[in-house]
């Protein structure tokens, strides 16, 4: 059976599924209950004393559901801890203690001020925590009082920050990060130059749920009036794979570790990160949707399919997707693909006659013999995927790669094998050597 223990910044965790900072993380109960169904660490609750933290007692949380009412998206705009200090910190002692072999970090964000950071540091390191998580990410709210993404979006505060906390402390310190902003490379080179043992990241995105046409407010709203808040769920993972994958390719943050975070509700999803780079991933939304128990599934999936794959560790298949995230200009432009569509498992709706149709190539063609037939073709189709995108039938539709020898019916040109990216191609201006 494949080993699924995480060993991240020294911090070891039976599995690397860890609870992100967030409600299912902010109090003993919780985290205990957390751990007793078998998830391998948590990130508490962000703590911070300075000012004290007052939240709203109207709606926090507002969702974005999928036709069959599945959670895709989620929003809130809750603050850090509302709870006094120093009983987040007997709990999470008390915890520690008796669950010494799990991931026990603690996030935490005070006012940008060096001795603000190095009295809360020294508390938390009493505790027995294994690490702290910096949030430069919380958008709302706490952002508004020039701490949370007010720092992640300024890469000077986060190398600052950073130096303030690796001197006075020995834990490990990991930067979380705001994806609200444009180039996630620069607050992960920010945090490295100032020390950072790792990053996470995403925290959540800036987002406006939705408008009640019948009251015309936004939504959702408290007392009439509402704020933007932070969105998360199955929604933002392609953003934060994206985030991920930049810094996991950056040369400038090349070896910085990763810790995961963004959508991810399935061992599917988890894998997905690892392979991106991730050593550990963290979950909230759907542990908040969910349930504690869902990490039961998370484990035994990762592990069937790593056993399935020959991964005896994580390690056996951390980062293995990273060397093909690649710039445009570098992807071949000399491979070609055609759609084919399998007609015995067709359904003839026709759905992808008329996306072609209307909006792409116009490369699917109906013939009728008493039923509809739906056939491609290759003069015209240019490989878009769309087809493939829309079909409701799995794997009725794929794309077939063409082989060295075989002409393009669409450019006639000859297939001959050769590698020829937009950087190096005659059609480009800009090529070496042109001009
Ligand atoms: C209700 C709620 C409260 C959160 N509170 C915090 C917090 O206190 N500190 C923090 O770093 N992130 C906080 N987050 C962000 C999560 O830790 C996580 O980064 C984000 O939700 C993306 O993960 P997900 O898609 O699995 O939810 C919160 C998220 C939610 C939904």
């Not at 430069?136 to 007010?150: I, L, Q, T, V």
């Not at 069937?304 to 432009?333: C, H, I």
């Amino acid at each position: 059976m494949a080993d699924l223990s995480s060993n991240f910044l020294g911090i070891k965790s039976p599995n690397p599924f860890w609870l992100a900072s967030a409600p299912p993380t902010d109090k003993e109960v919780n985290v205990r209950r957390a751990f007793e169904a078998g998830w391998g660490g948590v990130v508490w609750k962000t703590l911070g004393e300075d000012p004290p933290v007052v939240n709203v007692n109207g709606p926090r949380y507002a969702t974005l559901f999928s036709p069959d009412r599945r959670v895709i998206g989620f929003n809130n705009i809750e603050l850090i801890s509302d709870r006094p200090l120093q009983t987040n910190l007997d709990e999470i002692r008390r915890v520690k203690r008796d669950f010494p072999d799990r991931a026990m970090v603690v996030s935490l964000m005070v006012p940008v001020n060096e001795a603000s950071w190095k009295a809360i540091l020294e508390r938390v390191a009493d505790t027995g925590a294994d690490g702290v998580e910096l949030n430069f990410g919380c958008p709302h709210g706490m952002s508004e009082r020039g701490m949370g993404s007010a720092v992640g979006q300024v890469p000077e505060y986060i190398q600052q920050v950073t130096e303030w906390c690796k001197k006075h402390t020995r834990m490990p310190v990991i930067v979380k990060l705001t994806p609200n902003i444009t180039d996630v490379r620069f607050p992960a080179r920010a945090a490295r130059a100032g020390g950072a043992d790792a990053v996470s990241l995403i925290n959540t995105i800036n987002s406006v749920m939705g408008v009640d046409l019948d009251r015309m407010t936004m939504s959702p709203v408290t007392d009439g009036q509402g704020s933007h808040g932070g969105y998360c769920g199955p929604a933002v993972k392609p953003i934060a794979l994206n985030m991920v994958a930049e810094i996991a390719r950056d040369a400038a943050t090349a070896g910085l570790p990763i810790s995961g975070i963004g959508g991810i509700s399935t061992w599917r999803d988890a894998a997905e990160f690892i392979a991106m780079g991730c050593g550990t991933v963290q979950v909230c939304t759907a542990a908040m949707v969910y349930g504690f128990k869902i990490v039961q599934d998370m484990c035994s999936g990762l592990a069937n399919f790593m056993d399935e794959k020959g991964y005896a560790s994580l390690a056996d298949f951390q980062g293995r997707a990273v060397p093909t995230v690649k710039n445009w200009n570098q992807l071949n432009l000399n491979h070609v693909e055609k759609a084919l569509i399998a007609q015995d498992s067709c359904i003839q709706c026709g759905r992808c006659h008329v996306v072609c149709e209307d909006t792409s190539h116009q490369a699917i063609w109906a013939t009728k013999d008493g039923q509809r037939h739906f056939h491609v073709n290759d003069a015209e189709c240019v490989g878009c995927n769309l087809c493939v995108s829309i079909c409701p039938v799995p794997g009725t539709i794929t794309m077939r790669k063409l082989q060295p020898g075989e002409t393009d019916a669409r450019t006639g040109r000859v297939i001959d094998g050769s590698y020829q990216n937009w950087t190096t191609h005659p059609n480009n201006p800009m090529r070496a050597g042109c001009g």
